[in-house]
């Protein structure tokens, strides 16, 4: 039964209970912090034997870059990161801040300032970020406004690791440091002698206010900053307690940038600064939580996260944490590079979705919910583009934490009893970004791999409802409906089997084949519950890709209401039919019956012709649909990999499909080309956007020697094997190693394999087999063994069957 209580007003919160709370969040007669589990409940502590031999060995958290992928722009990405520090799947994030306000591209390598460490829920620039504020350290008169307090900062002072961060600012010699927790952090602030010595909090602009509480060492406040997706009644609840008594209190207004004496200001944009007399070396620190909740809860958050824990203790449990996750896949391998891309790229794949429920005073799951603006019961989890992260974050999740899997899959059902709807892209609410109907795939993947703990019943309910109708979608704040909820079209695509070109819905040939993949994972899931009617009618749709597909240009294209072609197509023009790609990335856009699609083609040879002609055609392209080159087309440009656009989600998978047409050598070739080239553990370190963990998952998965193409089927495609040797601590507890004899940068070959000592000749892997643990092993070469793999009754799943 849900908390229907809408939050109160901000005075009527704040006011006895953060009293009550005082010596609690001061950490008097409070304990340490307990090292905190994913949901923020105390975990086990590691016994005494782990923590001696984690503390021999170094860390493999640290051979983690959170600098990978920062140095992009908006014309041009290389991963479109920013050094989050933070646990994962963390309720918060902080991140050092370079750029201005408001700005998507918060950090940027190649800036020379910085001008604050903010709490960040950014889960892509184009997406924005919501509930921000910054704290920043200063000496010498007051300056609040960004550009003005800027100082100037080196990398080479400057320490990133997914559990901390910390920064020399000259300008003021001043050293800045945080650690993180789900919901809090911890700042370290060293400073020179001064008698100037300052703490900035600036609550940013979209509705903030900051209150100064000097006998208790405190400032508290909220933000409401976002960029969509919330509620009118959306808050975002902070506490920064200080371990020093203050020398003087302000609070100040962003907009004109004065600065006054009184303890409490609200407005569009607030600030508070606090003062103190410093002698060279001093540290003050700040203990920071915030809650979606309450005012109140934000305060538990701070006693259950920190509570009396130092500096240094909060930033070893985060490690742990980190490292604890890290060890559940060992990497064995003489290249250190490779080895500090695969961790950097892991320790992106493990920060989203984020947590949104927070730990009541009961010690249970509740959450604000930003679908409609009421607390609840149970997980949610948000901060998630599912059309990236289908595709292999979550095939990743189910199959090395489909505990975790469970519990967002249990969020979505929340989300669909609280908004009618599926999310599609979540940041926090329902976000216009984006198409398809994805939510059916990764939750179908789920189930059909095994995972189990949350209401698949209401799920398959709501993805029957977006295949059904697309009345009744969420609007915005202008009332304008959300296209990107549900099947835009979908009455179209119901009774033609495709989008039409001609009826004012962009991007339609890319929505008829992403509704088709949807379709295959709604059958397949029907199946499972028994639905043989509505099993056979999704399984019928999923074919509808064929719709599409054009004899005579040997590509998809878009297709009128009437049945005619599009005029003037040409399948070098990016977006119009389709989605941040063009015919040549999207017409292989059919991982349900890939075999189906070969047969399209005119049989083996045609197809692997086709798939070869990607990387041969050169980067031509025609951006008028744009009207400028967007910066995925410019990553498929500069890389000299001809059509192939790695950079973006749509043609990831293109590698692997040699695997169909008894070519699997060429999946071998072309997949460690891409590790090799396009991947790398510097700050141009990405092809393209990471977006949420889905290129970075490619790059996991891909070195462990497999991948995920076809969904709910429970296979992985093989590939080439990166390491000579993984340890993966599958779920329960078993072991699987995997093995590559004579590995090296020119031994990319699959020679053969055997799977638990037995001859493995199949190009893909069972999902089952893996996670009973045991040994696979790949022996490579310089040279391919084109037997290996290549009979056409080997080949992974596809509706079709071979002719």
Do not use: C
Not at 267 to 284: L, M, N, P, R, Y
Not at 458 to 480: F, I
């Amino acid at each position: 039964m849900s908390v229907t209580k809408l939050r109160g007003a901000m005075g009527l919160i704040m006011g006895a209970s953060l009293l009550a709370m005082t010596s609690v969040a001061s950490g008097q007669g409070s304990g340490p912090a307990q090292p905190t589990a994913r949901d923020g409940r105390a975990s086990q502590a590691a016994p005494a034997s782990d923590v001696r031999a984690s503390q021999a060995a170094p860390a493999l958290v640290d051979l983690a870059n959170p600098l990978m992928g920062t140095d992009s722009s908006y014309e041009l990405s290389y991963g479109n990161t920013y050094p989050a520090v933070a646990v994962p799947w963390g309720m918060n994030f902080w991140t050092p801040v370079t750029g201005k306000m408001g700005n998507g591209w918060g950090y940027t390598y190649d800036a020379h300032k910085l001008n604050g460490i903010k709490q960040t829920h950014q889960p892509s620039p184009w997406m924005g970020d919501y509930a921000a504020f910054a704290l920043f350290a200063e000496t010498g008169a007051v300056k609040v406004k960004e550009e003005e307090r800027a100082s100037w900062y080196s990398h080479k002072a400057e320490e990133s690791h997914p559990y901390s961060y910390k920064v020399y600012l000259a300008d003021y010699d001043v050293t800045a440091e945080v650690a993180p927790t789900s919901r809090a952090a911890q700042f370290r602030f060293t400073f020179s002698q001064s008698d100037e010595a300052h703490i900035l909090l600036d609550a940013y602009a979209g509705g903030s206010m900051v209150m100064i509480d000097a006998a208790n060492r405190r400032i508290t406040g909220y933000v409401r900053n976002n960029k969509g997706g919330v509620p009118d009644n959306f808050r975002n609840y902070f506490v920064a307690q200080f371990d020093h008594d203050f020398t003087a209190g302000q609070t100040w207004d962003g907009g004109s940038g004065k600065i006054g004496a009184t303890a409490q200001r609200e407005g569009d944009h607030v600030g508070a600064v606090i003062s103190f007399k410093t002698q060279k070396g001093e540290q003050i620190g700040v203990k920071v939580a915030s809650s979606f909740i309450s005012a109140e809860q934000a305060l538990r958050n701070l006693q259950s996260e920190v509570g009396s824990d130092s500096f240094d203790a909060t930033k070893e449990k985060a490690k742990q944490v980190w490292e604890k996750e890290f060890q559940r896949i060992r990497v064995e391998d003489g290249d250190i590079d490779n080895r500090r891309t695969f961790y950097s790229a892991l320790y992106r794949m493990l920060q989203f979705p984020r947590a949104f429920h927070e730990i009541d005073g009961q010690g249970k799951q509740v959450h604000y919910s930003p679908y409609d603006g009421k607390v609840h019961p149970g997980p949610l989890y948000t901060d998630n583009g599912f059309w990236d992260t289908w595709r292999a974050v979550f095939p990743f999740f189910a199959l090395m934490y489909p505990e975790l899997d469970g519990e967002i899959m249990q969020g979505l059902v929340n989300t669909y009893k609280q908004s009618g709807w599926l999310p599609e892209w979540a940041s926090p609410g329902h976000r216009n970004v984006m198409i398809g109907s994805n939510s059916a795939i990764l939750i179908a993947d789920a189930y059909a791999n095994g995972v189990r703990g949350f209401d698949v019943n209401t799920l398959y309910e709501a993805m029957v409802k977006n295949a059904t109708t697309s009345k009744g979608r969420p609007t915005d704040a202008k009332g304008k409906t959300l296209t990107a909820v549900g099947r835009e079209g979908v009455e179209y695509y119901n009774d033609l089997g495709y989008v039409p070109y001609d009826v004012g819905i962009n991007e339609n040939a890319a929505r008829t084949l992403e509704y088709a993949t949807a379709d295959f994972a709604l059958s397949r899931l029907a199946a499972q519950l028994g639905k043989t009617a509505d099993a056979k009618l999704y399984a019928a749709r999923a074919q509808n890709f064929r719709k599409l597909y054009d004899q005579q240009s040997g590509w998809m294209r878009g297709r009128n209401k009437d049945g005619s072609w599009s005029a003037n197509f040409s399948p070098y023009k990016w977006g119009d039919a389709f989605t941040e790609g063009n015919a040549l990335h999207y017409s292989w856009s059919v991982m349900q019956d890939v075999q189906g699609l070969i047969d399209l083609m005119g049989g083996d040879a045609k197809f692997v012709d086709r798939l070869d002609s990607i990387f041969t055609t050169p980067p031509i392209f025609d951006d008028s649909y744009y009207g400028q080159v967007i910066h995925e087309i410019r990553e498929m440009q500069i890389v000299d990999m001809g059509q192939y656009a790695h950079g973006n989600q749509p043609i990831q998978h293109m590698t692997y499909l040699y695997d169909w047409a008894g070519t699997p050598w060429k999946t071998q070739s072309h997949v460690r080309d891409v590790m090799r080239k396009l991947y790398a553990p510097t700050p141009d370190g990405y092809p393209g956007d990471e977006d949420n963990g889905q290129t970075s998952a490619w790059y996991v998965f891909s070195a462990l020697g497999f991948y995920p193409v076809t969904p709910t089927v429970g296979q992985y495609a093989i590939g080439s094997p990166l390491f000579r040797r993984v340890t993966l601590t599958m779920p329960g507890g078993k072991t699987l190693t995997v093995e590559a004899e004579n590995n090296s940068a020119t031994n990319v070959y699959i020679q053969s394999v055997t799977l638990n000592g037995q001859a493995w000749n199949k190009p893909w892997l069972p999902r089952e087999e893996l996670q009973k643990g045991g040994t696979l092993r790949f022996v490579m070469g310089a040279q391919p063994n084109k037997a290996w793999g290549a009979a056409k009754a080997d080949a992974p799943f596809s509706m079709s069957k071979p002719k």
